[in-house]
């Protein structure tokens, strides 16, 4: 790999179910493996290749600190909107001065009806500056594009334009880095997404982590924009039981929790609250 390419001894995981990892598959530890994590192993492998043994004084070498580890947290946890990704993980997050920082939110605040877009620019442009100004490379996304697999968001789509263009904006300033989802055409395809149409398939997981790692400057393992191989559509019949399904098990508890004021992860701690060595 060329010098040139940043090594990363830490990074910190920001935002909602997308980063949380919402319908990959399942750790051991019960919870949810997701993109962040699999970009955290592929960093802590290069790391532990790359990092040079501390000194006979227990100093840092010069990829890492003292104990030469590659350090992970994610705080990211599933429902949550920029509001309070602002106000519950932006702190800590900073604090933890890691070198990496993926950050991951308002589309929460974008699926509801009423979406004050300009708050939601404010409190993310907030949560870049703070998090620059602790000295960590800042990774942020485009969302992807609902309209093209989903019936009945096209009312999210000038929402979702304008947020789309308000991050690569940021993305112009030194320090910031964009992966662009929206103008991958095999998020199109419903294989990359999990029954409730909402989150990622173990598949999606894969595809962000290596648009993440590509962003970041390695060279890319695979094409993670390239289509999925072609498949037979679903019948007629599929497709009846399959939207008969998502309605009973996923849209109508998702309006009841929005009439309710409730959400998905109320009370719900993030799965790696602190910045703790990783392998």
Not at 78 to 107: C, N, W
Not at 189 to 203: K, Q, T, Y
Not at 217 to 243: K, S, Y
Request: proline residues 7%; neutral net charge; aromatic residues 6%.
């Amino acid at each position: 790999m060329p010098t040139t390419i940043r090594s990363y001894a830490s990074y910190v995981a920001v935002g909602d179910s997308f980063t949380e990892g919402m319908c990959d598959d399942l750790l051991p530890d019960g919870h949810y493996q997701g993109w962040a994590d699999r970009v955290a192993r592929a960093l802590a492998a290069e790391h532990a290749e790359r990092a040079e043994p501390a000194g006979q004084s227990g100093q840092a070498g010069q990829f890492g600190p003292a104990d030469g580890g590659f350090r992970y947290a994610n705080l990211a946890v599933r429902g949550k909107l920029i509001g309070q990704i602002h106000a519950e993980q932006l702190a800590p997050a900073a604090a933890m001065g890691a070198e990496l920082v993926t950050l991951a939110g308002g589309l929460n605040d974008v699926l509801r009806p009423g979406c004050d877009i300009d708050r939601v620019e404010r409190l993310l442009g907030d949560c870049v500056r703070e998090l620059r100004a602790a000295g960590s490379t800042v990774v942020l996304f485009t969302s992807t594009d609902p309209t093209r697999r989903m019936a009945g968001s096209a009312r999210l789509l000038p929402t979702i334009l304008r947020m789309k263009a308000f991050v690569q904006e940021l993305g112009r300033q030194d320090g910031i880095v964009v992966v662009d989802l929206f103008s991958a055409p095999c998020f199109d395809d419903r294989r990359l997404w999990a029954e409730d149409r909402l989150h990622l398939s173990p598949e999606g997981h894969r595809r962000v982590a290596e648009g993440v790692l590509e962003a970041l400057g390695r060279p890319a393992a695979f094409d993670w924009r390239a289509p999925l191989p072609a498949a037979a559509p679903p019948g007629l019949t599929e497709r009846l039981r399959d939207d008969a399904r998502w309605l009973r098990s996923h849209l109508g508890p998702w309006i009841g929790r929005r009439l309710t004021g409730r959400s998905s992860g109320d009370g719900r701690p993030p799965k790696r609250a602190e910045l703790l060595p990783y392998s």
